[in-house]
């Protein structure tokens, strides 16, 4: 049986009267690649933000990593890892400062942070470049940085707001090249993202629309389901018959 590491029970948060996530419930599973698609303003990034104890829900049962999102949150955060869309780094840091810096937050030793610190270095062939200011590097290069760091501590599950906004499709495919290998150790990937292209590549995805989950399975069977030839056409159809 799968170990659930994500369990999201009629999950509710409204500002106002404004209600921004409609009683959604899923589950992720250990090592699972999940993406949470919806296009900007569709409550992607909201639910997130709860899932890593940013926000409290208005109503709802939500655990991650076994761990309860209201009562024990703190313990939520030191099992997750988190890359934002403008990837989470000190641009006025050299590498070796973000890296030593996210590693006392995270409670990694010295020894250790140096140890993993030039395995991370040079599986990227950042070595040459570890004096460098984050600011000077090219997107790519932030881009695999951020989510190496995100994962730095070998956190249960990482969660990825949109990690691949703004860069080409050679780049994109390359960085998910770097999800499939933290899936492969057992990292629980939770990705948000508005390009269908890259529902491609996840396990399970859930389609959201005006806050609600309309749909969540593998893509082979929603493009099955819909009758679609790509995800693109899966949620056009599904944005059109939610209108």
């Known amino acids: 049986m799968q170990e659930k590491v994500i369990e999201v029970h009629d999950l509710v948060k409204k500002f106002g009267s404004f209600v921004a996530n409609d009683h959604l419930n899923f589950e992720v599973y250990k090592g699972e690649i999940f993406g949470f698609l919806g296009a900007n303003g569709a409550g992607k990034t909201t639910a997130m933000k709860i899932l890593c104890g940013l926000s409290a829900p208005t109503s709802g049962k939500v655990k991650v990593a076994g761990f309860d999102i209201c009562r024990e949150t703190e313990k939520v955060k030191r099992t997750i890892g988190y890359m934002s869309q403008k990837f989470s780094l000190y641009e006025d840091l050299t590498i070796s400062e973000n890296i030593r810096f996210f590693s006392g937050i995270y409670g990694i030793s010295p020894a250790e942070r140096k140890a993993k610190q030039e395995t991370l270095l040079r599986n990227l062939e950042l070595g040459s470049a570890k004096d460098s200011l984050i600011g000077s590097l090219p997107l790519g290069w932030k881009q695999k940085l951020a989510f190496s760091v995100a994962i730095f501590h070998d956190p249960k599950i990482v969660f990825l707001d949109e990690p691949t906004g703004g860069v080409d499709p050679i780049t994109r495919r390359k ?14 990937v939770f990705v948000t993202t508005h390009y269908m292209d890259e529902a491609e590549y996840c396990n399970r995805v859930s389609i959201m629309n005006n806050g609600r989950i309309e749909a969540l399975d593998t893509p082979e069977n929603l493009k099955k389901q819909f009758g679609a030839k790509n995800m693109d056409e899966v949620f056009l159809k599904i944005a059109r018959n939610v209108e």
Do not use: C, M, N
């Open 175 to 188: 960085f998910w090249d770097l999800i499939y290998e933290a899936a492969d150790r057992g990292i629980t």
